[in-house]
């Protein structure tokens, strides 16, 4: 259980990390862009990583309460 733990917590580390970094060129993206359609495609892209944020807490709190 304890290495499940461990590979559960560094997974999570790299995921936080890969949604940050999606979060950041989303950003990058929205203030580089004047064309509507690329505008809607950022906006897209930091709401999927808010959304990929919320699941991820969603798992931690989860993992440290024993649910599933």
């Given at each position: 259980e304890i290495t499940t733990r461990?590979?559960?917590s560094e997974m999570c580390i790299r995921d936080r990390k890969e949604t940050q970094k999606s979060f950041e060129n989303a950003y990058k993206g929205l203030e580089s862009v004047d064309d509507p359609d690329l505008i809607d495609l950022f906006i897209y892209e930091i709401n999927a990583?808010?959304?990929r944020y919320k699941v991820l807490l969603r798992d931690i709190k989860?993992?440290?309460t024993g649910n599933t």
């Open positions: 461990l590979v559960g990583a808010n959304l989860n993992s440290d």
